[in-house]
Each structure stands twice: as C-alpha cells, then as structure tokens.
C-alpha cells in the first residue's frame, strides 16, 4: 500500500483529532480490519507499537498480534516484564 492509504487508515481513527501517528497506529490494531494493517504497515513497525503498549490491548487482541506478527513467548514476557501498566492488569481484572 501507498503512504497516502496509510494515512486514510490512520485517519478514520483520529475521532478526537489527535495527530499521535502511534496512538491512531494503537487504535486501528484494535478496530481496523488486520489484513489490510498487514498490507499497509511493515511487521516490524507493528511489532514495536504492539510490543511498547501491550497493556492498551485486551486479551483478544493480545494472543491475535502475538500470533499474527510471530512473538515469541520470551519476547513477550520480556516486554510485558518491563512494562508496569501490564503487569497491574492482574491486579484490576
């Protein structure tokens, strides 16, 4: 996909007119169509925002991006370790 079909995507997520590409790249990994992130977004930049923001994620949308961009379960436990808003879940679930 073209930037500018990256930006179309982004966009229809920006409801509170936020401009933070990682905030609207967190929201359309929840609500936008997967295959479409996939064809738009390198696996690589996916990874980094899903792995930086795992506690943004619920436990849906956790096993499908683990599954989808291929994260080890060390990876994972790795980056949820040294996150401390994923680690008080346990706590408020």
């Known amino acids: 996909m073209m930037f500018?079909?990256?930006?179309?995507?982004?966009?229809?997520y920006a409801w509170d007119?936020?401009?933070?590409?990682?905030?609207?790249l967190i929201r359309a990994m929840m609500y936008?169509?997967?295959?479409?992130?996939?064809?738009?977004?390198?696996r690589e930049e996916l990874k980094k925002t899903f792995?930086?923001?795992l506690?943004?994620?619920d436990d849906k949308n956790l096993n499908f991006w683990k599954f989808a961009l291929?994260?080890?379960d060390e990876?994972?436990?790795?980056?949820?370790e040294g996150n401390f808003r994923f680690g008080l879940r346990k706590f408020i679930d």
């Not at 007119?17 to 609207?24: A, M, S, Y």
């Not at 990876?75 to 949820?80: G, Q």
Request: charged content about 35%.
């Open 32 to 42: 936008h169509n997967p295959v479409e992130l996939l064809r738009a977004f390198s």
């Open 70 to 72: 291929e994260v080890s």
């Open 4 to 12: 500018s079909e990256r930006k179309v995507i982004l966009e229809r």
């Open 75 to 80: 990876e994972f436990n790795r980056y949820a």
């Open 51 to 53: 792995l930086e923001n």
């Open 55 to 57: 506690h943004r994620f």
């Open 17 to 24: 007119r936020t401009q933070n590409e990682e905030e609207l």
